[in-house]
T-cell receptor, first 112, second 116 residues
Framework: AQSVSQHNHHVILSEAASLELGCNYSYGGTVNLFWYVQYPGQHLQLLLKYFSGDPLVKGIKGFEAEFIKSKFSFNLRKPSVQWSDTAEYFC??????????FGQGTELSVKP | DTEVTQTPKHLVMGMTNKKSLKCEQH?????MYWYKQKAKKPPELMFVYSYEKLSINESVPSRFSPECPNSSLLNLHLHALQPEDSALYLC???????????????FGQGTRLTVV
């Protein structure tokens, strides 16, 4: 079955630590890849997206992600997290069928 | 304007009630989506409309009935819901269904639905 997998359910970091959240998908063919963030009580916001071209994409708030086609992965990174990055992070994939499917999400807690 | 507006923000309804959720966007997007999100869970796709036609129905029970009256509006009609249908209902829109269209989805704030 087509799916999106996020490896970490809950990540706890101290401020200034580096972050990497894993995401793998199982769709074949052309895909669009996204990371969304959901701050407590707020709506989903797009962090970054990959359509084609340079596999290293930069998003808002210092986040970046790398698409590795051979590994079907799209991992999210940030060199130095802040307390305000505490949120739920969702990896999402759109395939040629038009479905935007989300991974299970990773809850990030950053300690001040 | 990159806004998707959903009304109402909160809704409490009985199991015998009929209610509707509304979603509006003025970005000229031709794909619109309904998602259901339970607490601490990812959004689950329910329906997708493309050019005002139902494109995807993820085997959603018939007590949920979507409607796309025009390219800017998307409704979700609710009837005879169960308490387990209580959730955050999210609307989203994108320029088109993709790929190969390179298009991102914009989400509304959601309607928090409680079925009593």
């Amino acid at each position: 079955a087509q799916s999106v997998s996020q490896h970490n359910h809950h990540v706890i970091l101290s401020e200034a630590a580096s972050l990497e959240l894993g995401c793998n998908y199982s769709y074949g063919g052309t895909v669009n890849l996204f990371w969304y963030v959901q701050y407590p009580g707020q709506h989903l916001q797009l962090l970054l997206k990959y359509f084609s071209g340079d596999p290293l994409v930069k998003g808002i708030k210092g986040f970046e992600a790398e698409f590795i086609k051979s590994k079907f992965s799209f991992n999210l990174r940030k060199p130095s997290v802040q307390w305000s990055d505490t949120a739920e992070y969702f990896c999402a994939v759109t395939n040629q069928g038009g479905k935007l499917i989300f991974g299970q999400g990773t809850e990030l807690s950053v300690k001040p | 304007d990159t806004e998707v507006t959903q009304t109402p923000k909160h809704l409490v309804m009985g199991m015998t009630n009929k209610k509707s959720l509304k979603c509006e966007q003025h970005m000229g997007h031709r794909a619109m989506y309904w998602y259901k999100q339970k607490a601490k869970k990812p959004p689950e796709l329910m329906f997708v409309y493309s050019y005002e036609k139902l494109s995807i129905n993820e085997s959603v029970p018939s007590r949920f009935s979507p409607e796309c009256p025009n390219s800017s509006l998307l409704n979700l009609h609710l009837h005879a819901l169960q308490p387990e249908d209580s959730a955050l209902y999210l609307c989203a829109s994108s320029q088109r269904l993709g790929p190969p269209s390179n298009t991102e989805a914009f989400f509304g704030q959601g309607t928090r639905l409680t079925v009593v």
